[in-house]
């Protein structure tokens, strides 16, 4: 009874492995023939504070065409600044002068931006965050009486 419990066990192994591999095959097959891109990453996260002499960080899933995703970065309200490639899947955007105050920013990738096998962003891409406010006295201590 336990080698047929034993046999039936690698047999239902057998048939899983078969089965399994030709899907991995296909993925892969796919992700040579060009992957959809996206944004996969950002510094600051969505949520975090955006320091106001600090750049704003974008990693991509696949290397992008750089010219195609300056061409599609946009933010608002306007600020103008310079990108650095730190390699094919990853650019920092520079203000060229420190952001406001307390202000809220959209950072926008439309699909205008393309992969380097010219597939286009998957998604219009945004990023919503507010720069670091002014420094402000909330509680004295000892209080008043």
């Known amino acids: 009874m336990a080698k047929l419990f034993r046999s039936l066990n690698l047999l239902l192994v057998a048939i899983l492995v078969v089965a399994v591999l030709p899907v991995n095959q296909s993925v892969a ?37 750089h010219a195609s995703v300056q061409t599609a970065f946009s933010v608002s309200p306007a600020a103008p600044g310079s990108f650095q490639w730190q390699n094919d899947t990853t650019v920092v955007f520079k203000p060229a002068q420190p ?24 998604d219009t891409f945004s990023l919503k965050l507010t720069t670091t406010g002014y420094l402000e006295v909330t509680q004295i201590f000892p209080e008043d009486n």
């Open 99 to 122: 952001f406001a105050r307390a202000t809220g920013y959209i950072f926008t990738i439309d699909s205008r931006a393309k992969s380097k096998t010219s597939t286009p962003l998957r």
């Open 29 to 65: 097959r796919a992700q040579s023939s060009g992957v959809l891109p996206w944004v996969v990453h950002t510094d600051p996260a969505p949520g975090d504070e955006l320091p106001v002499d600090h750049g704003v960080t974008f990693t991509f899933n696949t290397p992008m065409d």
